[in-house]
């Protein structure tokens, strides 16, 4: 396993952790410590931002337009920027008692912003994992209504009937406390929509040759394109959330930003060669492009059939992993008698309530939502407080504006028997396992040991973090309330396709208004 199993409190890191656990063999080590390779550690952080997002992002290049491309590339370096802060701040962060209690990136906001600060990332990312759970649900419904007949039912469209049986289906593995086995989906499904993608990009090139560009990628959108393609390509990341347990089991922490680095690449890479590439095969060939790429396969063929039900059914099995973290952040802040754990019968009744009631809330949503684009832009909203708007704050409050004293430390100071001042900072060593070297001032220090209260802030560092909080706030602002218009003013008798995206109005009720 990547990071040690939390015992004290749980925590949305240990999903990190089943999907790293089966994504690699974890056996390298180096320098006598065992741990995971740079490579290994480079997959694993990737394969966190590659799932379920990526199937639409031919759709959102075609309302990115030419601009769609440099803006894929400048948010892989914003989510750059932002995870290295995470990192800076976690290796800032002391060893206390506090520390042992937390993990990871709910160490780093609790020392950062106290207990709202965790009140904060535990409710973001709960909303979040909602909203993956709900995007399941609507991919699979759309990908197994395109392999069944269309079925005309006096109460209700096949959309719908498929969506309530989907929940159905969902309940005895909503109930399921051991993930131990269900996890490896985790795994598979990379590799089943890698397959999905290459059949196709195969059957796109036996349709259609090698068209010429269409006109969509080389126009320039207006704003509400480039909002929306930003919305939901952000849901393509979201690589924090997995980073700090990753790091944590490299053989070598202090290189995890090489290999943060080389994600950031690979996911960057990979998005932009399924968008463009799709969207230019499909859009150039003169067919529609759907919210779901891969119901573009040609209807009633032998690879539509393999491709889209193994993706429904990876997506319906996967459904447990992003809902037990949830399962184990909100019970913690509820009444003993309403936790999902406990020791007696009253509590694992009331545990599998709240799960029955979590699946009744994605169903509903999945039902209200409908569009594949819609919850995935919704996603992505959510991800930008938690992958861009967070990491530099916590950054700011631990690194370029430093408290003076531990978040509970025994005494409020904190000294280092070991280190330098390097360009008027003091900086003190790092360990073998790539943390800080501190210890606290009532400790038994070597001589020459230095104190750290009161140390220097670093302003242009704090103006870097300032900007990039207020600009994540901006945007989220920005993309909340245009998704809000967008769905607003939608119609539910409109198609899902990205046809003509010039000809396209706000009236036509499709999801093209930035984040909706």
Not at 151 to 173: K, N, R, T
Not at 243 to 262: C, F, I, Q
Request: aromatic share 6%.
């Amino acid at each position: 396993m990547i990071t040690p199993p939390i015992r004290r409190r749980p925590s949305f890191e240990r999903l990190a952790t089943l999907r790293a656990k089966y994504s690699f063999p974890l056996s390298s080590t180096a320098g006598g410590r065992a741990g995971v390779s740079v490579a290994e550690a480079t997959l694993t952080i990737a394969k966190t931002c590659i799932g379920g997002g990526i199937l639409a992002l031919p759709y959102a290049h075609l309302q990115g337009g030419v601009l769609a491309v440099p803006s894929m590339c400048l948010l892989g370096l914003w989510n750059l920027i932002t995870s290295q802060q995470l990192l800076e701040a976690y290796e800032a962060l002391p060893t206390s008692e506090a520390r042992a209690s937390r993990t990871g990136y709910s160490a780093v906001a609790h020392a950062a912003l106290g207990a709202s600060g965790v009140l904060l990332l535990d409710v973001s990312v709960c909303l979040l994992l909602t909203g993956v759970c709900a995007s399941m649900q609507v991919s699979a419904a759309h990908l197994v209504e395109e392999i069944v007949p269309r079925m005309a039912l006096p109460f209700g469209d096949s959309y719908s009937v498929l969506v309530l049986l989907s929940g159905g289906c969902l309940v005895p593995l909503a109930l399921l406390r051991d993930l131990s086995r269900l996890a490896v989906v985790a795994g598979v499904g990379l590799s089943v929509i890698t397959f999905g993608l290459l059949v196709v990009a195969a059957s796109g090139v036996a349709r259609f040759g090698m068209p010429s560009p269409p006109q969509q990628l080389l126009e320039l959108p207006d704003l509400s394109g480039v909002a929306s393609f930003f919305s939901i390509a952000a849901f393509s990341f979201g690589m924090q959330t997995n980073l700090l347990p990753v790091r944590d089991g490299m053989a070598e922490p202090t290189r995890a930003p090489e290999a943060l680095t080389l994600a950031v690449i690979v996911v960057v890479g990979a998005n932009t060669a399924v968008g463009v590439g799709l969207a230019w095969l499909y859009a150039g060939g003169g067919e529609d492009v759907e919210q779901l790429i891969l119901l573009n396969l040609p209807p009633s063929s032998l690879p539509a059939y393999l491709v889209q039900a193994s993706t429904a059914a990876v997506a319906i099995l996967g459904y447990p992993l992003p809902m037990m973290p949830v399962m184990q952040l909100l019970p913690a802040r509820l009444p003993p008698a309403l936790r999902t754990e406990g020791s007696d019968g009253r509590g694992a009744v009331a545990g599998a309530g709240a799960r029955v009631g979590f699946l009744s809330i994605t169903t509903a949503l999945a039902l209200a939502l409908r569009e594949f684009a819609v919850v995935a832009s919704l996603c992505g909203i959510l991800a930008i407080f938690v992958c861009l708007v967070l990491p530099p704050l916590c950054h700011l409050r631990l690194c370029s504006c430093p408290p003076s004293h531990d978040d509970d430390g025994v005494d409020g100071s904190l000294t280092s028997n070991n280190g330098r001042v390097r360009a008027g900072v003091y900086v003190p060593t790092r360990r073998a396992d790539g943390r800080l070297d501190w210890l606290r001032r009532n400790s038994s220090l070597t001589q020459g040991a230095r104190s750290l209260t009161g140390a220097s802030w670093r302003p242009m560092s704090a103006l870097v973090d300032a900007a990039l909080v207020a600009v994540g706030v901006g945007a989220l602002a920005y993309f909340t309330a245009a998704a809000l218009r967008s769905m607003g003013s939608s119609s539910p008798e409109l198609d899902d396709t990205v046809g003509d995206v010039s000809n396209r109005d706000v009236s036509s009720g499709e999801f093209v208004m930035a984040g909706g």
